[in-house]
């Protein structure tokens, strides 16, 4: 059941008017009664929120609840930064595993309040692994794009600091934001609070950090996106694996997937003369970032030599510099 402290609170932020604090403080409660085993009631809880919210928007349209959230302030606005997302899945070329999972978060998404009805939750919780440029960071822009939600980066650099409690504290403030309105928030790079509490080369403060994620991210009950994407999952606590709803990894391009980059970023120059084949050969290695950046050279090269379209040597030429750019 409901705190005193909560019911307390609830009527305060209704009495000033505070409706984000009162969402906030509803969907607390929810949570609570769901995690008691009241789920009939957390569900009703959640669906009058949900309603709440939309009449609020729809009498209220000038004052929608995404303003103040799509401009952070205080404290949140050097943790968070945000943007709207026009990408969409169709732009990505991912392997067909990768492919099926983020369409099965869409789906779930897209028809979360027939899954809520029957007391399940959809697919939110995301853990991205896999080697740099393989498309973790732009699949946050895929779920905000399709989805039309805002998405919010948290800005690691800010958030962790050398004074003890002082991360955890603002590691709330974030989970306070993910509670007050749904959108898509992206920790990059997570395996700066992830990594594991028994490495020899731990500090207290991160042990300290990261168990206040896992306890947010466990009591976390909102309708949001919450998504961790690192380079090197053999870094992260293995508590954490248990705490996201899924685990998707990301691989390097095979020769299709990488045929597919490679014809998208180079749509608009006469490509009649490429010989794919050789081309993805050529790409045998690169991440799909690599292989983008690789294009976007050769495109360039091509345009500066004042030639109409774009040859076989051209482009493995510029694969190859990409390669050696990353040593040996």
Not at 57 to 80: F, H, I, N, T
Not at 122 to 149: F, I, Q, W
Not at 242 to 265: C, H, N, Q, S, W
Not at 291 to 298: F, I
Request: glycine content about 6%; proline content about 3%.
């Amino acid at each position: 059941m409901a705190t005193a402290d909560q019911v307390k609170a609830l009527i305060k932020s209704h009495a000033e008017g505070d409706e984000t604090r009162f969402y906030a403080i509803a969907m607390q409660m929810a949570a609570q009664e769901a995690r008691t085993g009241h789920a009939r009631l957390a569900q009703e809880l959640r669906m009058l929120v949900d309603e709440l919210r939309a009449r609020s928007v729809r009498e209220y349209p000038s004052e929608s609840k995404l303003v103040p959230l799509a401009q952070p302030r205080g404290e949140l606005a050097g943790l968070l930064t945000v943007g709207y997302s026009k990408t969409r899945l169709g732009e990505m070329a991912l392997d067909s595993e990768v492919q099926r999972r983020i369409e099965r978060v869409l789906v779930e998404q897209r028809e979360r309040a027939r899954i809520q009805e029957h007391g399940f939750t959809p697919l939110r919780k995301l853990l991205l692994v896999g080697p740099p440029g393989t498309g973790k960071t732009m699949t946050a822009s895929v779920l905000a794009g399709e989805l039309g939600l805002p998405l919010f980066t948290i800005q690691l650099h800010a958030l962790i600091t050398k004074f003890m409690g002082e991360t955890a504290a603002k590691l709330r403030l974030v989970f306070d934001a993910v509670a007050q309105g749904r959108a898509v928030y992206l920790f990059d790079e997570f395996d700066a609070i992830g990594s594991d509490r028994a490495s020899k080369n731990d500090v207290g403060e991160i042990r300290r950090v990261l168990n206040s994620f896992l306890q947010f991210l466990e009591q976390d009950a909102s309708d949001s996106l919450i998504l961790a994407a690192t380079n090197h999952p053999a870094l992260l606590d293995r508590a954490l694996f248990r705490r996201f709803d899924e685990t998707i990894e990301y691989r390097l391009p095979g020769a299709d997937a990488a045929e597919r980059v490679m014809k998208g970023r180079l749509a608009l120059l006469d490509t009649a003369s490429v010989n794919w084949v050789e081309a993805a050969r050529a790409a045998e290695g690169l991440s799909h970032g690599d292989v983008v950046r690789a294009c976007e050279q050769a495109a360039k090269n091509v345009l500066l030599a004042h030639r109409r379209g774009i040859d076989t040597a051209t482009l493995v030429e510029a694969l190859a510099d990409r390669r050696s750019a990353h040593g040996p």
